[in-house]
């Protein structure tokens, strides 16, 4: 309190805070208190592709409001989508965050992370030094063509959902059940355990 305010009197340069933007800050309080639980898949088949991963790794936890907190072992995977041997294999990982980032923000930070590490777009599907997709967001559901949540095609590849099930083998995809059930009904060809690499969770 300043000296010059006498007991009982107010500031007459405060204005009062109107009911709306309380209500705002209150909500924007509990969605820093109640972190938000998401699943991102990497895949990368230009480059350096191990160190490339662990590098998008460390840039998602050094983003304000996300937490990594488990990073899966990698697969090496025949790309998907394409005429075979048209395009490098790819190494594929999941990492689980926690955040406090809606989702649209989080794929702003996916993006600007692909950029970093000079992601240029040609073609869909083209090869690509990384991708970073998100696979789930809590259990939102989004037609949105910008951010489709879950991601459309998570379900029905095992480059997302063997590694998924090696960090949470609970999980599950919001609308299509366990991650256990899905791998069970697809093909886990072409997608190999790379036992022999690792990636690190940053501390
Ligand atoms: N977008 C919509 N929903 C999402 C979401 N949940 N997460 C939008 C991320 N992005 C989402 O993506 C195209 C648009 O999708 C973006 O504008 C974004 O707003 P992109 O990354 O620019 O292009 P893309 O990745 O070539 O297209 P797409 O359709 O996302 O491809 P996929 O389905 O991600 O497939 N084979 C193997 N073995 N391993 C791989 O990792 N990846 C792909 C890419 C193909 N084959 C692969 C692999
Ligand atoms: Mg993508």
């Known amino acids: ?8 009197q107010s500031d007459p340069t405060v204005q009062p805070v109107p009911p709306s933007v ?7 309080d509990t969605t820093l ?19 490339t991963l662990q590098g998008a790794i460390d840039a998602l936890e050094d983003t304000p409001g996300v937490r990594v907190k488990a990073v899966s072992p990698v697969y090496e995977t025949e790309p998907w989508g394409v005429e075979p041997g048209s395009q490098p294999s790819y190494f594929n990982a999941v990492v689980v965050l926690k955040t ?10 996916a993006h600007a992370v692909e950029e970093a590490f000079h992601r240029v777009r040609e073609e869909r599907w083209g090869p690509r030094t990384i991708d970073v997709d998100i696979v789930a967001y809590a259990d939102v559901r989004s037609e949105d063509p910008d951010l489709t949540l879950p991601h459309p095609r998570a379900h029905e590849r095992a480059f997302v959902l063997a590694p998924w099930h090696d960090v949470d083998p609970d999980a599950q995809l919001p609308g299509h059940g ?15 355990p790379r036992a022999d690499l690792e990636l690190r969770l940053p501390e």
């Not at 309190?1 to 009982?8: K, P, R, S």
């Not at 208190?33 to 998401?38: D, E, G, I, M, W």
């Not at 366990?178 to 190999?192: D, F, H, M, N, W």
């Open 1 to 8: 309190m300043t000296a010059y305010l006498t007991d009982g």
């Open 22 to 28: 309380v209500e705002q800050v209150d909500a924007a």
């Open 178 to 192: 366990t991650v256990t059930k899905l791998l069970a009904a697809i093909t886990r060809e072409g997608v190999a």
């Open 33 to 51: 208190s109640n972190p938000k639980r998401a699943v991102l898949a990497l895949g990368s088949n230009l480059g350096n592709r191990l160190e």
């Open 100 to 109: 406090t980032l809606p989702p649209s923000s989080l794929l702003e930070r």
